[in-house]
């Protein structure tokens, strides 16, 4: 994995938390998403480290459950400031997590043209 696709990796997760400037109009490959927020998840239960599921707005979060064993939490937005319970998909695969953190964000990534290379949608 090239130093060039972590950067964009990084830049790309935490524009979907609104830290940093937005990435706009670039191919970020889904391996190093998937290899950014494994290293995260290797130090940390939660990735976004500082977000809980408690604290979830309109958003997703991936928790590790065991080494093998994820767990996807996710709330919509459906009215002003009205969010829907908390709902949560767990996995065996890492990939099949991270697969599900991003779809959460598709719609953000459409509107910022950001392509990920190697998806399987």
Excluded at 35 to 45: A, C, D, F
Excluded at 84 to 105: G, K, M, N, Q, T
Aim: positive net charge; glycine residues 6%; proline residues 6%.
């Amino acid at each position: 994995m090239s130093p060039d696709a972590v950067a964009l990796a990084n830049a790309l997760l935490a524009s979907l938390r609104y830290r940093g400037e937005p990435l706009r109009d670039a191919n970020v490959p889904f391996s190093a998403i998937v290899g950014v927020i494994g290293t995260i998840l290797q130090t940390s239960r939660f990735f976004p480290p500082d977000l809980r599921p408690v604290d979830l707005g309109d958003g997703a979060l991936i928790e590790r459950l065991q080494r093998y064993r994820y767990r996807v939490h996710e709330r919509h937005e459906i009215g002003q400031l009205r969010f829907s319970e908390l709902s949560f998909r767990s996995y065996f695969f890492l990939r099949s997590a991270v697969r599900r953190y991003l779809r959460h964000h598709r719609a953000l990534l459409r509107v910022r043209r950001v392509r990920i290379s190697g998806w399987p949608w």
